[in-house]
């Protein structure tokens, strides 16, 4: 079967930061020695900038090298920590989850994913992936939160998911499961979908993995050879 992988933008050119603030560090460490004075605040100041832009290379290191694949039958996206993975037929639509602000709308920097059926999405996913997702887009979900709570009136349960979950299959869940449960709940009642796949995990712009995400659903053989085909060409 053919499968198509996808680098994300927050894996790509951390070697190139870890080399280039290398260089930067040894070469302003060499200057430094041979001048024989002591150092400036300019000289600290960009010795500084290179130990962060090493800092940032390694971590964009630690990220996998393709965070999505696709298939004809499911995409999965790939987490450091695990990987859930996503059957059509269990794919319901895609879009930009957005909330409103008075007469302004707000556009979060993420893909929304709609599911047909939360339970069977639920039963592969790890309780360690689980976890570190919560953890990382709380920050989206609370901007979308913050919207609905103006005047400082949140639901708790919208700010501490609760440990304890039961689906509307009459599943019951525990544990970091059943935070992320509750938060998909949560995440579904402010915004209107399940899941979220953040900018950083993406290939491309956020508009354009929503239309591909819907176009895949529609004709996955297409979608797949497509991709494949941009990988010959690059």
């Known amino acids: ?44 100041f960009l010795a500084s900038a290179m130990l962060v832009a090493i800092f940032i290379g390694f971590l964009k290191s630690q990220q996998p090298y393709f965070s999505l694949c696709f298939n004809e039958q499911e995409f999965s996206y790939v987490h450091k920590y695990g990987a859930w993975s996503l059957p059509i037929v269990n794919f319901h639509s895609s879009g930009i989850p957005s909330v409103q602000q008075g007469i302004e709308t707000l556009e979060l920097n993420t893909v929304g994913i709609k599911l ?33 709570c ?35 709940d949560n995440l579904k009642t402010v915004t209107g979908y399940d899941l979220l796949l953040p900018a950083t995990a993406l290939d491309r712009d956020i508009w354009q993995f929503s239309a591909m995400l819907n176009r895949w659903k529609l004709n996955p053989k297409e979608v797949v050879n497509a991709l494949l085909e941009e990988h010959t060409t690059h």
């Open 1 to 44: 079967m053919l499968e198509a992988k996808l680098r994300a933008t927050a894996n790509r050119h951390g070697a190139e930061f870890m080399l280039v603030g290398a260089i930067g560090l040894v070469v302003i460490m060499l200057f430094v020695n041979l001048r024989g004075t002591p150092i400036s605040i300019i000289e600290i």
């Open 150 to 184: 103006e005047n400082g009136n949140c639901p708790s349960e919208w700010l501490i998911e609760d440990t304890s979950y039961r689906s509307k299959a009459g599943k019951e869940y525990t544990g970091l499961m059943a935070m992320f449960a509750n938060r998909m």
């Open 116 to 148: 047909n059926d939360i339970d069977a999405f639920l039963i592969n996913l790890t309780p360690r992936l689980a976890g570190k997702l919560l953890i990382e887009q709380r920050h989206i979900f609370l901007q979308a939160v913050k919207i609905h």
